[in-house]
């Protein structure tokens, strides 16, 4: 149970069976009346943000999450095996409860999902990844003044910008929380 006294930006509770995160909150004392909480609050399953108010003192629910590190092994029909890595236990989720960067996955990958009832409802990348650059246009000399930027599919399958002097085969470091080409790894 939380009070909304222990709130704080980015605590989780739950409401009506389902994970929530608080994204802003704000405690009101009315010169008439009891003093309340105003909240918005960002679903961890599917990412709506709703607002609510709350007596001061109430208490909430706190969702039963589990954040896991699990090692990336392969995916198969759009179902994405992972292996745990204490216990070696394989779990195989589909791509709709990974959330965002399934797409920076690849094989060997440690990273940290955040589980709810044994459901997926989100994953946390490291900061960088390494990928292969599978498909690019070529570069042409003398398209930019200052140097520019063309699309690029890397080995994941993801898409991002790179300089227009990187070729197919160069492998690139990628920032997971923007999806943007660092540098040459």
Do not use: C
């Not at 003192?57 to 039963?64: A, I, M, N, S, V």
């Not at 094989?107 to 709810?116: A, F, Q, S, Y």
């Not at 227009?164 to 080409?181: A, F, H, N, S």
């Amino acid at each position: 149970m939380i009070s909304t006294s222990e709130f704080r930006n980015g605590a989780k509770l739950e409401l009506e069976g389902e994970p929530f995160t608080i994204i802003e909150f704000q405690h009101v004392k009315p010169g008439k009346g009891g003093a309340f909480v105003r909240t918005k609050l960002k679903s961890l399953r599917s990412g709506n943000v709703i607002e609510r108010t709350y007596r001061s003192g109430e208490k909430l629910p706190t969702p039963d999450l589990d954040e896991r590190e699990m090692t990336f092994l392969y995916v198969e029909g759009g179902q994405y095996t992972f292996m745990d890595t204490t216990t070696y236990e394989q779990l195989t989720f589909d791509r709709d409860h990974l959330g965002d960067g399934w797409d920076l996955l690849k094989e060997n990958m440690t990273v940290t999902l955040l589980l709810h009832d044994g459901t997926p409802i989100g994953m946390e990348l490291p900061i960088f990844v390494e990928l292969k650059v599978v498909k690019t246009d070529p570069g042409v000399r003398g398209d930019t003044a200052s140097g520019g930027s063309k699309p690029a599919t890397l080995e994941s399958g993801a898409m991002i910008k790179v300089p227009l002097y990187l070729d197919e085969g160069v492998i690139v470091k990628v920032d997971t929380r923007t999806r943007e080409y660092v540098e040459r790894a």
